[in-house]
């Protein structure tokens, strides 16, 4: 089992970057794909971004690619979520998430993670 923990939530304004850490728990965190979601007010949770075990595979959503960066240090169990170019439209809660193994047609779907951490709110001004 797993414990995650997000920080680095905050308010910027519209252009503005964030990065948000994720500190997992236990020694095995390294066998574990991690991924980012987040949830707007009354909004259903969406995928953003996961990274594969080792890091050497990348995927995002299309709404965040080529300003949103997910990295990990297995050293330091942290997963980040590097947000650049920040709109409006990015203002919800920031969950980071894990599974062991996540099939490539689950990757995108909350259901296909086993631990979630409690959120950290992103909010984006005008």
């Known amino acids: 089992q797993v414990q995650l923990v997000e920080s680095g939530g905050g308010l910027v304004q519209a252009g503005g970057s964030l990065r948000l850490s994720c500190a997992a728990s236990?020694?095995?965190?390294?066998?574990?794909?991690m991924g980012w979601f987040r949830q707007a007010r009354g909004k259903e949770r969406e995928f953003v971004t996961m990274?594969?075990?080792?890091?050497?595979?990348?995927y995002y959503a299309d709404s965040v690619k080529g300003r949103f960066t997910i990295s990990r240090d297995n050293a330091k169990n942290t997963v980040y979520l590097q947000m650049n170019s920040l709109n409006e439209e990015a203002t919800a809660v920031y969950y980071c998430a894990a599974a062991r193994y996540v099939h490539s047609t689950m990757r995108t779907r909350a259901d296909g993670y086993d631990y979630w951490g409690q959120g950290t709110q992103v909010t984006v001004s005008s």
């Open positions: 236990g020694r095995t965190f390294s066998s574990y794909v």
């Open positions: 990274i594969s075990l080792s890091g050497d595979t990348e």
